[in-house]
Nanobody, 124 residues
Framework: QVRLVESGGGLVQAGGSRRLSCVAS????????MAWFRQAPGKEREFVAA????????YYTDSVRGRFTISRDNAKNTVYLQMNRLKPEDTAVYYC?????????????????WGQGTQVTVSS
């Protein structure tokens, strides 16, 4: 069984930055693609960013491209989401997910493991 634990959430002012971390335990996820999703109150969980197991390919949803950066450290079984120039509309619970595939995937149904989420609140 795989356990994903996110951290780094909190309250930040608009225009500020925050880095989220997701640590995996239980088995190595070195061959898994990893992603971040988010869910705002009353909305569906949406894709934010994904990265292949080599780190060579990343993909972002349009609303965060150029502001957010996903990266991973396989030696530490950890994936990161660096969030810059945050906006109030980025407020959500952010979830880490792992998919047993070499490709970048953006649909949540393709992901096998999920973390419990970490709240990010951006004040205006």
């Amino acid at each position: 069984q795989v356990r994903l634990v996110e951290s780094g959430g909190g309250l930040v002012q608009a225009g500020g930055s925050r880095r989220l971390s997701c640590v995996a335990s239980g088995r190595t996820l070195v061959t898994y693609s990893m992603a971040w999703f988010r869910q705002a109150p009353g909305k569906e969980r949406e894709f934010v960013a994904a990265i292949t197991w080599t780190g060579g390919t990343t993909y972002y949803t349009d609303s965060v491209r150029g502001r957010f950066t996903i990266s991973r450290d396989n030696a530490k079984n950890t994936v990161y989401l660096q969030m810059n120039r945050l906006k109030p509309e980025d407020t959500a619970v952010y979830y880490c997910a792992a998919a047993n595939t070499v490709m970048v995937v953006t649909t949540k149904d393709r992901y096998d493991y999920w973390g419990q989420g970490t709240q990010v609140t951006v004040s205006s």
